[in-house]
T-cell receptor, first 116, second 112 residues
């Protein structure tokens, strides 16, 4: 398996533009997570899905952020309109769910977003 | 509720010296604990995990961690640092549910 695949790896955009980040999880993984990484706040969980259904979106910062998972092999995180404070690395991770109680995540390489 | 505190955002050690990265957790239920490593421009990779049973957990690349319930700690150690260990290390906790909460990370510098 190629692992969790994210695109684009780097995105530079101007304030007010729409940004779409994409993720392909590992085949057979029922859980998909979106995290945001910044220097100040570290890794924050934005939202996660189980079997394509959003389970917890309490980490989504505001209405400008939305996430979808139309099928088991694809998810998007959209920011509209984007703002400079959204600049961060966005990670997608997938898992099979808790095994022995422990939920082991496999991360993608991340999408580095810069909003000017 | 669950949280993780990593003591020291930056740690420097000499090559061959002991590596000790500190992590304290808070969890309202018996915790599952993890250490992940992140190399530059890459995603996080699992180093080791604690579920139940033996409190000393061995991971990849010679790392190990000990779960101490009385101290709510899960410190990461390696007897002898190697240049290739330079990376950022994240402690994480899960309460047995799907949600995993990460610490802010500790950057390890290895000095030749």
């Amino acid at each position: 398996d190629a692992g969790v695949i994210q695109s684009p790896r780097h995105e530079v955009t101007e304030m007010g533009q729409e940004v779409t980040l994409r993720c392909k999880p590992i085949s057979g993984h029922d859980y998909l997570f979106w995290y945001r990484q910044t220097m100040m706040r570290g890794l924050e969980l934005l939202i996660y899905f189980n079997n394509n259904v959003p389970i917890d979106d309490s980490g989504m910062p505001e209405d400008r952020f939305s996430a979808k998972m139309p099928n088991a092999s694809f998810s998007t995180l959209k920011i509209q309109p984007s703002e400079p404070r959204d600049s961060a690395v966005y990670f997608c991770a997938s898992s099979t769910g808790p095994t022995d109680g422990a939920n082991v995540l496999t991360f993608g390489a991340g999408s580095r977003l810069t909003v000017l | 509720a669950q949280s993780v505190t990593q003591l020291g955002s930056h740690v420097s050690v000499s090559e061959g010296a002991l590596v000790l990265l500190r992590c304290n957790y808070s969890s309202s239920v018996p915790p599952y604990l993890f250490w992940y490593v992140q190399y530059p421009n890459q995603g996080l990779q699992l180093l080791l995990k604690y579920t139940t049973g033996a409190t000393l957990v061995k991971g990849i690349n010679g790392f190990e961690a000990e779960f101490k319930k009385s101290e709510t700690s899960f410190h990461l150690t390696k007897p002898s640092a190697h240049m290739s260990d330079a990376a950022e290390y994240f402690c994480a906790v899960s309460g047995g549910y799907q949600k995993v909460t990460f610490g802010i990370g500790t950057k390890l510098q290895v000095i030749p």
